[in-house]
């Protein structure tokens, strides 16, 4: 496989994650507008402990998640106890803060950045991000997914049905944090060097973007975000830069025209074989009887 | 000084959130733009009354575009759309710059290189004092529209309930186009005070310095038009204090912890009050 | 839990909003398995009384008992693990779940904890909580619906939806807000019977309503409230009667027995 090829591959599969770790607080009804800093937090602290304690990175990248998702959990708290707007905008501060700290820590390089020894190649990225893929989409078939959908509909009728709203939107918000570390590991052990200045607001924007454009209200949506924002300009051979200027038109058109994104949950129900948006009230009724009793 | 830019990008972004409820995050972007706009210009030999002009135009043209796609449409449906909406016309914006203009940080001329004063031991110069003058000068402008014409109290009235304001004849679909304007052009021209003043541009400006407006709006007070002005001189007076006691790496520490923690203790900020300036 | 505790009792509730006394100094009590309606005209504050006793609003004074125990500080997120449950006067369902999904938000507070937040019940095919939900939904006619988006759906269905999810979470006590609002008469019926059939379990109902014939035809007990006071209880048949009743609804004493135009939308 050519070198182009696998960077391409590397960087959809972090993209990937990166994508569900933005899912994740979405789903929940949150704007996390700090992803790059728990990217960040997990890419650094990935490679610190590679580099500093040799951890193999198969041990170091997890790590890196679960003290991402940590620091999620500490602000988690103060920042869920505001609302809306003001969630976006403490996230947003977060982002910040983490990128200006790591500009001034001169123990992993600070403005110069910072290299990483351990390398990684394609497989074991593609792994790691089938790993997260899977891990959501198996959790989000659970209890967990009915009620953090609930939590994002309409909080005081969940609240009334028993779910404890703040433990989702905390648990959504911490394990999406954890997931965009992951992401950010994986960057740093594949891409050999990490600088503060790539952790920054368009990387949290952007993010948000494709998530947004794959749609929130499935579990493919952010697989298909990612795919879409990395591969589609690598067909159309983009540069860098028209990439991004095509992206972002690209999603001002589609918020304007189909704001739940390209794939929805109803697009969904009806895409998939034995499910149907219209009813088959005798056939289904008919089966029904012995299922019942059963 | 830098105070007085945050508190024109605090009262930009003051009179999309006050007014039409969205947080407009393409005003970083439009800040970028009056800053670039007036550097390629006086680069390109322009004369500078022309300059600052062609940067405002720019600025407004472009609120304008921002205007038609995130506002027009959306206004109904999901209520972050326009905000995000406004994310991506300011990663348009920055990455249209780079491909224009290309990404290395810019030197603005010098204007009046000699025409400083000299002031109880302090050297301003006249690109300074200039921009200070302006910038107070629009400001108070704007509080003087906003309390004695008529488009000033449907602002307020808009800003107060929407639905009174369609139920009073407030034309809200004439007075957004110039409510993005006008935050549009105090945006621009934050950019180009910033460039006569620092004389460096480049395209993610908008970042560095714009986004900080962010945090002076909400630490004055979200909303309101005198908060964003008290934000913005306390944002500038932390960045030079941070500067002053911890070097420079520190500022963005100090401006987004600041917001970290007012969002915590008091999110309405510091001088929480209604738009236009009333006691909450 | 003695046998003669009523399974909901107000007592001396009042709840202020501001300035506005809209609930002041309540007190009733309703009977295990009686089915009991709240009545009275618009503004009479008969939804914050629903948000009272399920927790929405805190009460400013006096106590709220279900079956025999204070929760009038309970937290609103457990009052549904005590037995109550409700709808709402404007459809509250979840717009981006299935219906059957919907309901199965009904099941939650019975499948809590850690375990019960990670069952995998749209993994596995044949799910029990999945199952149930399921029959739940057929046993109101409602399967062929199981996987539609609900916003699409007729508003007598969501309603019956609706229902089903509030129904669930087997509660002790089930308030209901204005339910045959916008049903047609065949609608209404259906609705009657079913509520006759689980009551039949044992669940008491409370209702909301401005229908006076189908409070007549399915209710054993009425409140009628006024200005956030209980004015006064009886049979649908003496509540009709009731001169002061009359005077409430019509503004003066009326010769006649009291005939109350239903709101009905439809």
Known sequence: MSGYLEGVLVLLAVNVVFAYGGFL??????????LAGFAAIGAYVSAYLSNVFTLAPVIAIPLAGVAAGIVALIVAVPVLRTRGIYLALA???????????????????????????????????????????????????????IAVTAVHDDERVADLMGIDVRAFQIAAFSLGSAITGIGGALYAHHFSFIEAQYFNISLSITIVLYVLLGGTQTVIGPLLGAAVFTLLPELLRASANWRYVAFAAALIVIMALRPEGLVTGAQLRRLFGITRAEPRAAAVAAGLPKERAG | ???????????????????????????????????MTAWASLHGGMPWPLAIGAALVAGALASLLVERFTWRWMRNAQHFVPLVSSMAFLLLFEHLAVIYWGSELRTVPSLFPNADWR???????????????????????????????????????IAEDSDTALLLGVDINRIVPVVFLISGLFAALAGVIFALNYRQVQPFMGEMVGLKGISAMIVGGMGNIWGSIAGGLIIGLVEVMSIGYFGADFVDIAIYGLLLLILFIRPTGLFAADFAGQRA | MSANEPILRLDSVSKHFGGLRVIESLTF?????????????????????????????SVDAGRILLDGIDITDTPSRLRIGYGIARNFQNIRLMPHLSALENVMVGQHCRNRGVRGVLHPVNLVPRNRWREAARAALADAALIQYERSTVGNLPYGVQKRIELVRALMA????????????????????????????????????????????????????????DFGR?????????????????????????????????????
């Open chain 1, 91 to 145: 996230t947003f501060a977060l982002g910040q803060i983490v990128q200006a700290i790591i500009l001034n820590l001169e123990v992993v390089g600070g403005a110069a950045g910072y290299p990483v020894a351990a390398f990684i190649r394609l497989p074991a990225i593609a792994a790691a991000a089938a790993v997260v893929v899977t891990l959501v989409w198996l959790l989000f078939a659970t209890r967990f997914g």
């Open chain 3, 170 to 225: 087997q509660p002790r006590l089930l308030l209901l807000d204005e339910p045959a609002a916008g049903l047609n008469p065949a609608e209404t019926e259906t609705l009657q019977a079913q509520l006759e059939k689980v009551c039949i379990g044992g669940l008491t109902v409370l209702v909301v309503e401005h229908d006076m014939h189908f409070v007549g035809a399915l209710c054993e007990d009425v409140i009628v409230l």
């Open chain 3, 29 to 57: 009590a309703v009977r295990r398995g009686v089915r009991t309606a709240l009545i009275g005209p618009n503004g009479a504050g008969k939804t914050t009384v629903f948000n009272l006793i399920t927790g929405v609003f």
């Open chain 2, 1 to 35: 000084m830098l105070g007085s830019i945050y508190a024109m990008v605090a009262v930009a972004l003051t009179l999309s959130i006050g007014v039409l409820r969205f947080l407009n995050f393409s005003i970083p972007g439009l800040f970028m733009i009056g800053g």
């Open chain 3, 230 to 266: 209980k004015i006064v209880e009886g049979s649908p048949e003496d509540i009709r009667h009731n001169p002061l009743v009359q005077e409430i609804y019509l503004g003066a004493p009326a010769a006649e027995p009291m005939e109350r135009h239903s709101a009905r939308s439809a």
């Open chain 2, 119 to 157: 002031i109880a031991g302090l050297v301003i110069s006249l690109p300074q004092l200039s921009g200070l003058v302006c910038s107070i000068v629009l400001i108070w402008a704007l509080t003087l529209v906003l309390a004695r014409t008529r488009f000033g109290r449907g602002l307020r009235t």
């Open chain 1, 25 to 34: 607080p979405l789903a929940a009804g949150q704007l996390n507008l700090g």
